[in-house]
């Protein structure tokens, strides 16, 4: 299948199977069940075949799947294995919640690839000061800096009346890619994604169920 | 349909289509296309038909759905009216985050229904200290506190080593949804849900698209 065919709701699933092969107790020898990787990911067994067959024949009928042989290959399929630098923009208490977050799942896995190389925040009492070693810049530097560090992904925690402009520059200046945790909907041009995490969603289905 | 029979994809997408109606630009007196909800969505039309006709009836042949009627249909089917107080755990940085989006939201919009009434971390420096005027308990005072303000719902910022004992505790004392930000894994009992919320996760699936 064409990498860039794979529909958005099987990246999302490859990526916990993934993120359950690599946290989960296995051994690189194990082999693992669609019904067991099903259950550590909350996705039906027949689903888990289903999304794993879109990329070759990796399963074996009645033993189940190589764990060494499917993280790699899930790995492969998400380019998981490239370094991506990241840039955070707004340096208050979720922007610096999340640069600690990074820096230490950094430190407890050799191989987490991302990395917050730029931090930007328009408070000049912040600005020239770091955290987690890494420098505060001032937003109007945003333009040199993230060219300079060919940063692609950014993560927006300024406030929501703060953040289109933000974008608009980032993306001026080459990134992708944003994971965007101001309340408020971003505009991009085609070519570059903008992924949500909102508090209130997550809040309002949760309390669906209670 | 039965209000516990609806699918959990299903859910998700009407809490989205639910703050759509509630944050653009509609008035009242407006219709709506399930073209245009969609793409507001990020979902095709044809899906957003399909999810509100289990619900019965409530869209014109090319008029569309009558905005006020959809959001007040809606409302009622995700039980988005109930006053949802709600616990925090850990008030790091990350927490005290959570604590101010919370309040922000509360005070920007009359009808934001989350209320955090109860904080808890061990830090003796922060215990009796406030966060937007709420109290941080200390986490042995847990069980009393919880059972007497009656808190549902609660907000797992502590550290991964902390995260399971605060929430088998806080499911003794009757929380029943968990919204959980520790990178880790939590065993709730049947009846009890955990959501996750894993930046890395997202950053995984972000980094699929650059």
Known sequence: MIRNRIPDVV???????????LHSDFEDGDFVSSAQLGDLAAVNGAQVRKDLALFGEFGKQGVGYPVKALREQITKILGADREM???????GELG???????????????????WPV???????????TSVEGIVIHPLSDMETVLKELDVKIGIIAVPASAAQSVVDRAVASGVKGFLNFAPTKLKVPPGVRVHYTDVTLELQELAFYI
Do not use: H, M, Q
Not at 11 to 21: A, E, G, P
Not at 85 to 91: C, H, K, T
Not at 96 to 114: E, H, L, M
């Open 11 to 21: 990246v999302k699933r490859l990526v916990t199977y993934l993120s359950v092969l």
């Open 118 to 128: 730029a931090l930007f925040d328009e408070d000049p009492r912040k600005i020239g």
């Open 96 to 114: 610096t919640a999340i640069v600690r977050y990074i820096a230490g799942r950094r430190r407890s896995d050799p191989n987490y690839r991302f």
């Open 85 to 91: 630098p990241l840039s955070v923009f707004g340096i």
